[in-house]
């Protein structure tokens, strides 16, 4: 029987199978499951965070309202639901933030200077890429000198015609666009 104390081999398949899986936004997702479903868990061992990810994953997360405290430095430091460990300690003591023990750390914890270093990195790269209200001027600056170029090739073309290469381009001095 399969209801036996220790007994671990079953003689047939699951009674009921569902045929789609379980969506924990099907019906819209509230502000706690986006939060829930976007949160890094980082300082836990592959167990511990699996388990977090399977009530992530079924809506049982229940995020905490207050910090707890931390059972290694006592403070009021512990700001992610189901750890008893603050991060600081996690990452000074290399244990699990939830259950303790010394394991592998699958994700290790995101320190301050780590966050501060890639975000100056991302600032650098960003300003890098995107140009700037100054740039756009001195490309349009370059662009003024349309008519003498018109002359040049008007020239080679044919025969000069007076002022045809600056009626060719109009004046868009004075023209503003609206996003």
Not at 115 to 123: D, R, V
Request: aromatic share 6%.
């Amino acid at each position: 029987m399969s209801s036996q104390k220790g007994n671990a081999s079953r003689s047939r398949g699951q009674k009921h199978q569902n045929t789609t899986a379980y969506k924990n936004d099907k019906y819209g997702a509230s502000v706690q499951v986006k939060i829930a479903n976007s949160k890094v868990h980082d300082g836990l061992c592959q167990r511990c965070k699996e388990v977090i990810e399977w009530k992530v994953k079924y809506n049982k997360y229940k995020s905490l309202t207050q910090p707890r405290t931390c059972v290694k430095c006592s403070q009021k430091t512990v700001k992610d639901a189901y750890h008893v460990i603050c991060k600081t300690c996690a990452l000074k003591l290399e244990l699990c933030a939830k259950c303790g023990k010394k394991e592998d750390i699958v994700i290790p914890v995101y320190t301050q200077k780590q966050g501060e270093e890639e975000e100056e990195y991302t600032n650098q790269k960003m300003t890098g890429c995107t140009r700037r209200k100054e740039d756009f001027n001195e490309l349009d600056d370059d662009f003024g000198d349309l008519g003498s170029d018109d002359d040049d090739f008007a020239s080679d073309s044919g025969p000069d015609k007076a002022g045809s290469g600056k009626a060719l381009v109009p004046n868009v001095a004075h023209v503003s666009f609206k996003d």
